[in-house]
T-cell receptor, first 116, second 113 residues
C-alpha cells in the first residue's frame, strides 16, 4: 500500500501567486481530510470530505482557500492569492469510515509551503 | 481557541528512563483520545488510543492514562529509546459531535542515548 501521497513536497512561491496542493488518498478510503500545521495552533482541520462530498469546511480560513475532490482518488487544496501567513505544512489524511470522529487517520508526508 | 492543549513544547529524557507527555482538554464532550507520533519530513502516524470508558490503555512500552475529572491524559513511554525521539500530538474527538480530531500543538521528545 503506497499510503497517502501528497505533492509537491515543498512549494516556494511569491505573495499573490496561486498555489495548488494535491493529494491521493489510500485506495478504498472514503474520507479525506486537509490539515494545516503551525507552531501556534498545531494541526488544524481545514476541510473534510466523505465520499467526495465536502462535509465540513468551517476550518477553511478565508475565501482564498478552496478544496475539491473530483473523484475518490484525488483532491486539491488551492490558495489564491497566497499570502506569507499561509506558510505552513499542509497535510492530507484519509480514513476508511464515514465519520472522522475517533477514527485513525492515515496522513501523507505533507507539503511545506513557503510564501515569500 | 485550543480545545486540546499540550503545554510542554519539548521534553528531554535519558535513554532507558520513563517519558511522560501530558495533554489537557476543555471539551467535556470528547470521549475518544489518540496519540500520534511524527518524525521530521513525515506525516503523523497513529500510536495509541483510549476511550472515555477506560482510564488506562497499554500497548507494549506505551501506556495512555485518562483522568476524565481533570480532563487530562498522559502518555508514558518506558523504557524510552532514542528511536522514540519525535513530536507527539495528542488528539481528541466526540463520537456524538464533531467529525474530526482536535489536535494539540505537539511535544517534541528527545531521548538522549
Amino acid at each position: 500500500d503506497a499510503g497517502v501521497i501528497q505533492s509537491p513536497r515543498h512549494e516556494v512561491t511569491e505573495m499573490g501567486q496561486e498555489v495548488t496542493l494535491r493529494c491521493k488518498p489510500i485506495s478504498g478510503h472514503n474520507s479525506l481530510f486537509w490539515y494545516r500545521q503551525t507552531m501556534m495552533r498545531g494541526l488544524e482541520l481545514l476541510i473534510y470530505f466523505n465520499n467526495n462530498v465536502p462535509i465540513d469546511d468551517s476550518g477553511m480560513p478565508e475565501d482564498r482557500f478552496s478544496a475539491k475532490m473530483p473523484n475518490a482518488s484525488f483532491s486539491t487544496l488551492k490558495i489564491q492569492p497566497s499570502e506569507p501567513r499561509d506558510s505552513a505544512v499542509y497535510f492530507c489524511a484519509s480514513s476508511l469510515l464515514a465519520r472522522g470522529a475517533g477514527e485513525k487517520l492515515f496522513f501523507g508526508s505533507g507539503t511545506q509551503l513557503s510564501v515569500l | 481557541d485550543q480545545q486540546v492543549k499540550q503545554n510542554s513544547p519539548s521534553l528531554s529524557v535519558q535513554e532507558g528512563r520513563i517519558s511522560i507527555l501530558n495533554c489537557d482538554y476543555t471539551n467535556s464532550m470528547f470521549d475518544y483520545f489518540l496519540w500520534y507520533k511524527k518524525y521530521p519530513a513525515e506525516g503523523p502516524t497513529f500510536l495509541i488510543s483510549i476511550s472515555s470508558i477506560k482510564d488506562k490503555n497499554e500497548d507494549g512500552r506505551f501506556t495512555v492514562f485518562l483522568n476524565k475529572s481533570a480532563k487530562h491524559l498522559s502518555l508514558h513511554i518506558v523504557p524510552s529509546q532514542p528511536g522514540d525521539s519525535a513530536v507527539y500530538f495528542c488528539a481528541a474527538s466526540a463520537h456524538t459531535g464533531a467529525n474530526n480530531l482536535f489536535f494539540g500543538t505537539g511535544t517534541r521528545l528527545t531521548v538522549i542515548p
